[in-house]
């Protein structure tokens, strides 16, 4: 078959080991101790889908995988393993690369909303409690309500501040809004915000087209994320932003059926950051979009140490899997080695088991799934080596390639339209004008009538008011909230 049909992962003693471009949908999986491969085996893969014309979508967590952008060069080491890897075509060359990153320094900045994220990512984030978390609800449903947008941090904190404020006008109708949890909330968030989070936060909003996009070759666009710096800051930030990106493409990409190439390719590096101390709930959406997403045409592929740091019903939904090698210094780590050799349907020339502590740097074991999708018998691979540079490009080379994006300038300054903070900001001024003008008209009315007293207007009559003056403009209209599709809820 030609390449259009599958490409090469690696091979040994001249034969390829080689992955269904049809199966590439089904998600993956790359495993193995630092300093084993698992950097350059993502290098390979990301390589071999922009070939393909597949856009692809990456993490890179230590800094290596920006040189895709840059040809590679000769080396022996390259020369000994092609003479064992029988490839057609190698070539070193560059690939077409895009950079983000949050903090708008290392690549174009990439932001969400907070109505975007929704409050259950946010919850999550937070590390809330279930009352908390209720009132974070809350204060979405109310934003929803009286038509304010929730764009950034001080939005967020100025529509909580005002549920604290009216929260005895509010009770009615949202049930009981605690001070304390409120109070709580906003901690939270002055914790978030040390941690650079309102850089991600805010307009203009990263468009799901610009993470997919082909080059004037025919060549998939490979988008980097730099996510160094935010990995030592804010890895819960990292990871919520990784799901709220696949729940994103869940909500909004059209059904495809069973193409014969994914329409984008989805690299997760330090998968287990989704996971660790997430809800149970959370982990069962993660489930069902990991399971559903791929009829969007979109594969997944998780990067971690161990398998066993994917839940089962995650990891059964993963159809290549590499494994490189793992060590084995305690009596737990033989267990872990005994676990993830039991996971791959067996190869009679080898025992799994042993073969996966004796690995080396650039070898794994390799699964891929057959035309009807049940995975083949288990190969010990070298994994081919990339076209593209092994290890990261200079700052300068990365500024002259960023300079010389597509994107360049699209994202650059950031927008602060009208949202719930100015709303806010104007209701608190025409409240306090309308109570200077009641006590003015109450004064005037005692000093000419005095025997006509007059019931003063409440504050929450104001409230009222001044609310429906301000939102009287913006009636029937709903606020776009990003969270996971139909499946937690999303309203449009």
């Given at each position: 078959m030609s390449e259009q049909e599958r490409f090469a992962i690696?091979?040994?003693?001249?034969?390829?080991?080689?992955?269904?471009?049809?199966?590439?949908?089904?998600?993956?999986?790359?495993?193995?101790?630092?300093?084993?491969?698992?950097?350059?085996?993502?290098?390979?893969?990301?390589?071999?889908?922009?070939?393909?014309?597949?856009?692809?979508?990456a993490t890179d967590i230590k800094g290596?995988?920006?040189?895709?952008?840059?040809?590679?060069?000769?080396?022996?080491?390259?020369?000994?393993?092609?003479?064992?890897?029988?490839?057609?075509?190698?070539?070193?060359?560059?690939?077409?690369?895009?950079?983000?990153?949050?903090?708008?320094?290392?690549?174009h900045p990439i932001r969400s909303t907070i109505s975007e994220m929704g409050p259950l990512l946010l919850s999550n984030l937070l590390d809330l409690n279930d009352t908390q978390s209720g009132n974070l609800y809350g204060c979405f449903k109310i934003a929803d309500d009286e038509g304010m947008l929730l764009l950034d941090l001080k939005d967020l904190r100025s529509m909580l501040s005002w549920?604290?404020?009216?929260?005895?006008?509010?009770?009615?109708?949202?049930?009981?809004?605690?001070?304390?949890?409120?109070?709580?909330?906003?901690?939270?968030?002055l914790v978030l915000e040390e941690q650079g989070a309102e850089h991600f936060f805010g307009e203009p909003a990263v468009k799901l087209s610009d993470l997919m996009q082909v080059d004037f070759s025919g060549n998939g666009v490979i988008s980097i994320l730099d996510a160094t710096k935010l990995m030592a800051q804010a890895p819960g930030v990292y990871s919520t932003f990784m799901l709220w990106l696949l729940s994103e493409l869940f909500e909004q990409l059209p059904e495809t059926g069973d193409p014969d190439r994914p329409k984008l390719v989805f690299f997760f590096d330090e998968a287990h950051l989704?996971?660790?101390?997430?809800?149970?709930?959370?982990?069962?959406?993660?489930?069902?979009?990991?399971?559903?997403?791929?009829?969007?045409g979109v594969g997944i592929y998780f990067i971690s140490q161990s398998p066993l740091d994917i839940p089962d019903?995650?990891?059964?939904?993963?159809?290549?899997?590499?494994?490189?090698?793992?060590?084995?210094?305690?009596?737990?780590?033989?267990?872990?080695?005994?676990?993830?050799?039991?996971?791959?349907?067996?190869?009679?020339?080898?025992?799994?088991?042993?073969?996966?502590?004796?690995?080396?740097?650039g070898e794994a074991l390799v699964s891929v799934l057959d035309a009807k999708g049940s995975p083949l018998p288990v190969e010990r691979t070298l994994i081919r080596p990339p076209e593209s540079r092994i290890g990261p490009l200079s700052d300068q080379e990365r500024r002259q390639r960023i300079?010389?994006?597509?994107?360049?300038?699209?994202?650059?300054?950031?927008?602060?339209?009208?949202?719930a903070y100015e709303l806010l900001k104007e209701r608190a001024k025409e409240i306090q004008e309308q109570e200077e003008e009641e006590a003015e008209r109450r004064q005037a009315e005692k000093a000419s009538r005095p025997a006509r007293g007059r019931r003063r207007q409440t504050t929450g009559e104001a409230l009222v008011k001044s609310a429906a003056r301000a939102i009287g403009s913006q009636v029937g209209r709903q606020i776009i909230r990003g969270l996971m599709g139909s499946l937690l809820g999303r309203r449009r």
């Open positions: 690696g091979g040994a003693d001249g034969v390829l080991v080689e992955q269904l471009c049809k199966m590439s949908n089904r998600h993956g999986l790359i495993t193995g101790a630092t300093g084993t491969g698992k950097t350059i085996t993502l290098q390979v893969l990301a390589e071999s889908f922009s070939r393909l014309g597949v856009p692809v979508f290596d995988l920006s040189g895709v952008a840059s040809a590679g060069s000769p080396h022996p080491k390259i020369d000994e393993r092609l003479q064992k890897i029988p490839l057609d075509g190698f070539q070193n060359r560059p690939y077409p690369a895009v950079f983000w990153d949050v903090f708008g320094q290392s690549g549920m604290s404020d009216n929260a005895k006008e509010l009770r009615g109708e949202y049930g009981n809004i605690s001070g304390a949890s409120i109070g709580a909330i906003q901690r939270q968030l989704l996971f660790d101390q997430a809800p149970k709930m959370l982990v069962d959406k993660i489930e069902q979009v990991v399971r559903l997403i791929r009829s969007k019903d995650v990891l059964g939904q993963l159809g290549l899997k590499i494994q490189h090698a793992l060590r084995a210094f305690t009596p737990k780590d033989r267990k872990v080695i005994r676990s993830v050799a039991e996971s791959f349907r067996a190869n009679p020339d080898f025992d799994t088991e042993a073969v996966i502590t004796q690995l080396g740097i300079e010389r994006s597509p994107l360049q300038g699209r994202y650059d300054d950031a927008l602060d339209r009208e949202s």
